[in-house]
């Protein structure tokens, strides 16, 4: 290689919600926002950004899984109360994803991903079965073609969380696993679909059918366990 092409590295765009996240950064560092103050209603802030709601969302729920913001029923999203140099911090960490992050990240996958498919094998119910096997089916058409399947693989993930009927767990997989596909470019993880990814999938389904949490655990952690190689390699 070039070693002056060696020295430059790959541009990165940032996505929406991160734009949002730098801004409030800005807001808090500048004094315009201050610890306890109130943000305006989701509506007011999409319109404001120029962004769909979807994007607001996203880094509010990031924001609040960290601790700076704080969502009240009934009173809305509010600066949490901590002092001004710990938000900065903070959001620096929401905002950086190195090597490191990304091996906590992809370690708190697998323990929720783990505990999600435990709990669809014994909560499931048929409309449950439905909805997995509908995006199954939805995963399987596009690998047929030869397409990337990235959000349906993701919504096959999170069709078993449902199934387990535990919204908290849930809504940390939202947030969790966009940030681990985000970056799978930056850190150039294969995104190739294999026979055995195909396989892990359509067994899982027969697990969590068959009631059996055991064999349905160790089918997820093998199928994660790719992922998890490739970021434990990542700081060695």
């Known amino acids: 290689m070039n070693p002056v092409l060696s020295n430059f590295k790959e541009v990165v765009a940032d996505k929406p919600a991160d734009l949002i996240i730098k801004q409030i950064k800005e807001l808090l560092m500048t004094g315009q926002l201050q610890p306890g103050d109130r943000l305006p209603p ?18 509010i729920r990031k924001l609040e899984f960290y601790g700076i913001l704080k969502t009240r029923p009934q009173s809305g999203t509010f600066v949490a109360s901590i002092g001004i140099s ?6 620096a960490d929401v905002l950086r994803i190195d090597s490191t992050s990304f091996l906590s ?13 435990q709990m669809a094998c014994e909560r ?13 089916d939805a995963y399987l058409e596009k690998t047929a ?15 078993i969380a449902e199934a387990g009927k535990n919204q908290v767990l849930k809504s940390l997989l939202l947030i969790i696993v966009p940030d681990i596909l985000s970056n799978y470019s930056i ?11 195909v396989s892990e999938h359509r067994q899982m389904l027969e697990a969590i059918r068959d009631r059996d949490a055991a064999r349905a655990t160790v089918l ?10 490739f970021a434990r390699a990542l700081i060695q």
């Open 42 to 59: 989701e509506r007011k802030l999409s319109e404001r950004f120029g962004v769909g709601r979807t994007h607001v969302r996203e880094a």
């Open 86 to 91: 710990a938000l900065e911090s903070l959001i």
């Open 105 to 117: 990240l992809v370690e708190t996958r697998v323990l929720l991903e783990v505990s999600s498919i």
């Open 124 to 136: 499931h119910t048929p409309a449950d079965l439905r909805n997995i096997s509908k995006a199954l």
């Open 145 to 159: 073609a030869g397409l990337k399947c990235v959000e349906e693989d993701f919504l096959f993930h999170l069709a």
């Open 187 to 197: 850190f150039k993880v294969c995104d190739t679909v294999s026979d055995k990814a």
């Open 220 to 229: 997820m952690q093998e199928h994660l366990r790719g992922v998890m190689d």
